[in-house]
């Protein structure tokens, strides 16, 4: 047990600064914004300090615990603990708020709800992350709805209402389905409940309740995810949002569902996982097609990077169900990837828009020569998620594949028809994606623009830029940086599984 409340103040800390923020005077945006970042930067700094000094990566069982009785009737208590598949992503999740909190910059509109509301995100993720109770994995899992509602809802789009809507019946009506599988397993084979992941981890069911737990937990990440047919609200979403909540979107709401998908349903359910693995790569891998081919077909800027998001999610699915160590290693690694990727694509869709006034692609055209540095930048992200060699995307792509291929229990032939999927799907992607920067930058510019002249990136988004592109190449010269980080845990999951499955 640790006898500082590390997690606790990083779970905390920024939910209770935002609380500050109404005392702040409605004229101070300026002030605002910069206590929000300032906050958002000592949060990251403390979990690189704590990750540093007080975590033992070569320790692959949960650390930094904390345990306190919260409410006594429902044995519901506060328990946060990390390991490997913890880090990764709750460090991916301060980089990128602290990004997004900066892009946000010229917010003027009710900023003191604005940042309060993207603090509360923070303190939300972070928590969903750390937990190591089930009950209160939903209560965080159920915290992020109702900020991301108000977000789009207040500095949405035109079709705010329509796409706030659509998320929160999705969103909203799926979780449900993590506390009905969360009490079921709580309250299965004992008479005194339980929601601690420690002791869940050791319980056994029969079969068949396994497998409509597992399907009760999936159906939440499903949509998260999102896998398909449950996709729908992320374009929508996203095609809506200000530029700085999509980076959270993409950047970190995304990647809770495949988290979720590790942490509960591989490592507490592994019968039922293993049951369900080659449908998990089947589904992955017509996902990637399909995202592919769908956001080709798009002619709105952020939709057809939102369909990117859906087609590159794919592989995570694979890795996931491909039982391999190299699978799911590159499974994780293509969350932090695309994290990162997705984050910068939709920042620099943003900063577009603002210039150009508009996100369809056939107003567009020859902008390169007005902003020669967005263009720079745009064409570096869009080749980093085709997943170009020397970047992340690319180590985390191949390992997913490598995983399918060394996978001893799927037939030659079902290998086979996944690898020629996955093919087609990496072969779509350059295409969607160097179509979007012809439309964009080539070419002559658009009658339907009247401005002749746009101003280009301002070295505010160029930092945030080179902020986001530094991590994706650094990952793609030396991923062992960060896969050390997650390696022995997934030694760990993948032996206790196959054990629990003999």
């Not at 930048?377 to 020397?390: K, N, Q, R, V, W």
Request: proline share 4%.
């Amino acid at each position: 047990m640790n006898h500082y409340p590390w997690l606790t103040i990083i779970v905390i800390f920024p939910i209770s600064a935002g609380l500050l923020i109404p005392f702040f005077s409605c004229e101070g945006n300026k002030i605002i914004r910069w206590y929000t970042l300032g906050v958002c930067l000592l949060e990251f700094l403390l979990i690189i300090y704590i990750f540093c000094y007080h975590y033992q990566f070569n320790n692959n069982s949960i650390q930094l615990k904390e345990d306190y009785n919260w409410i006594n009737f429902m044995d519901f208590h506060w328990r946060l603990g990390i390991d490997g598949f913890s880090i990764g992503l709750i460090l991916l999740t301060g980089f990128i708020t602290t990004l997004a909190i900066l892009a946000a910059w010229p917010i003027t509109r009710n900023p003191q709800l604005f940042y309060f509301l993207m603090l509360a995100m923070y303190s939300g993720q972070i928590g969903l992350f750390a937990s190591q109770d089930i009950l209160l994995f939903f209560f965080m899992w159920e915290l992020e709805l109702l900020p991301i509602y108000l977000l789009l809802i207040v500095w949405g789009g035109k079709r705010r209402l329509y796409s706030a809507t659509k998320f929160i019946l999705y969103t909203a009506g799926s979780s449900i389905f993590i506390l009905i599988g969360a009490l079921i397993m709580a309250f299965y084979g004992s008479n005194i409940s339980t929601f601690d992941f420690h002791i869940l981890i050791s319980k056994t069911y029969p079969i068949e309740l396994e497998i409509i737990i597992y399907l009760s937990f999936l159906l939440a990440y499903a949509v998260k995810l999102p896998m398909i047919p449950f996709h729908t609200w992320l374009p929508d979403t996203h095609g809506e949002a200000h530029y700085s909540t999509c980076m959270l979107l993409a950047g970190i709401l995304l990647k809770m569902g495949g988290y979720g998908l590790v942490r509960i349903n591989m490592e507490l359910l592994p019968h039922a996982h293993s049951l369900f693995a080659p449908w998990l790569v089947s589904a992955g891998a017509l996902q990637i097609v399909y995202g592919a081919l769908t956001s080709l077909s798009q002619r709105n800027l952020k939709r057809r990077i939102a369909y990117s998001s859906v087609s590159h999610m794919g592989f995570v699915l694979i890795g996931i169900g491909s039982l391999t160590n190299i699978g799911l290693n590159g499974a994780i690694l293509q969350m932090i990837s695309h994290g990162l990727i997705g984050a910068s694509l939709f920042f620099l869709s943003g900063i577009s828009y603002d210039r150009t006034r508009t996100l369809f692609l056939d107003q567009m055209g020859g902008i390169a020569t007005s902003m020669p540095k967005i263009f720079v930048l745009f064409t570096s992200s869009s080749l980093a998620s085709l997943a170009l060699p020397g970047t992340s995307g690319f180590v985390a792509e191949l390992m997913v594949f490598l995983g399918i291929v060394n996978n001893l229990s799927y037939s030659f032939v079902f290998k086979t028809i996944i690898i020629v999927i996955q093919g087609i799907g990496i072969i779509l992607t350059p295409i969607y994606l160097l179509s979007m920067l012809r439309q964009m930058f080539y070419g002559y510019k658009s009658s339907e623009i009247a401005i002749t002249y746009f101003r280009d990136a301002v070295p505010r988004e160029i930092f945030i830029s080179i902020c986001l592109f530094m991590p994706i190449i650094g990952i793609g010269i030396y991923p062992n940086f960060v896969l050390s980080m997650w390696e022995n845990k997934t030694d760990s999951l993948l032996y206790q599984s196959f054990s629990r499955n003999l």
